[in-house]
């Protein structure tokens, strides 16, 4: 597994923005697909951004289409969660994961996962 730590999470209010960033180690970071899922307290963990080893494919949960944007920089070995319009709906702890495969929705399909960080949105 290769290891992920995410980073930007906070408190913002509603309409905000945040970016979060995800660390990986290793040198073989280019060789992962990966994702962004996220739970709220009380529910499930549900995908939210996935994007592929080179960044031209990216796949969005129909609840953050147009407000959240996936990237990657390889050369930093780092993939970001880009999250505007924020509603209070979307607080909840933020993981990032990889997956040696295609890039999915599926977080059964992701075998590395980061701690998580914290996502509060406040009205």
């Known amino acids: 597994q290769v290891q992920l730590v995410e980073s930007g999470g906070g408190l913002v209010q509603a309409g905000g923005s945040l970016r979060l960033s995800c660390a990986a180690s290793?040198?073989?970071?280019?060789?992962?697909?990966m994702g962004w899922f996220r739970q709220a307290p009380g529910k499930e963990r549900e995908f939210v951004a996935a994007i592929s080893r080179s960044g031209s494919s990216t796949y969005y949960a129909d609840s953050v289409k147009g407000r959240f944007t996936i990237s990657r920089d390889n050369a930093k070995n780092t993939v970001f969660l880009q999250m505007n319009s924020l509603k209070p709906e979307d607080t909840a702890v933020y993981y990032c994961?990889?997956?040696?495969?295609?890039?999915?929705?599926?977080?059964?399909?992701?075998?590395?996962w980061g701690q998580g960080t914290q996502v509060t949105v406040s009205s």
């Open positions: 994961a990889a997956t040696f495969g295609r890039a999915t929705m599926s977080q059964d399909d992701f075998g590395s």
């Open positions: 290793g040198r073989t970071f280019v060789t992962y697909a």
